[in-house]
Nanobody, 114 residues
């Protein structure tokens, strides 16, 4: 059974940083395009960053230059380094396989507030 588990969220002040992790089981992530998504209250879930099996990365306009997605093949884990956080980054963050999604995990809450 394929599963993803997100971690690393928390409360941070504007301008701060967080590093999210997504541990996958049941699939070897380096063969797939992985994505980080977020869903803010009252809004639809959106894809904010992705990384292909060739390690090509892509970012949403709102996070470009601030967020970095990376993959740890040895631990079958995907990370999202988030810098210069803004209050509008507040959301629940999820990871998933972009083109063959599994069930959504519980996500990890990121709150940016002073």
């Amino acid at each position: 059974q394929v599963q993803v588990v997100e971690s690393g969220g928390g409360l941070v002040q504007p301008g701060g940083s967080l590093r999210l992790s997504c541990a996958a089981s049941g699939k070897i992530i380096r063969f797939y395009t992985m994505g980080w998504y977020r869903q803010a209250p009252g809004k639809q879930r959106e894809l904010v960053a992705s990384i292909t099996s060739y390690s090509t990365t892509s970012y949403g306009d709102s996070v470009k230059g601030r967020f970095t997605i990376s993959r740890d093949n040895a631990n079958n884990t995907v990370h999202l380094q988030m810098n210069s956080l803004k209050p509008e980054d507040t959301a629940v963050y999820y990871c998933n396989f972009v083109y063959s999604p599994t069930g959504w995990g519980q996500g990890t809450q990121v709150t940016v507030s002073s």
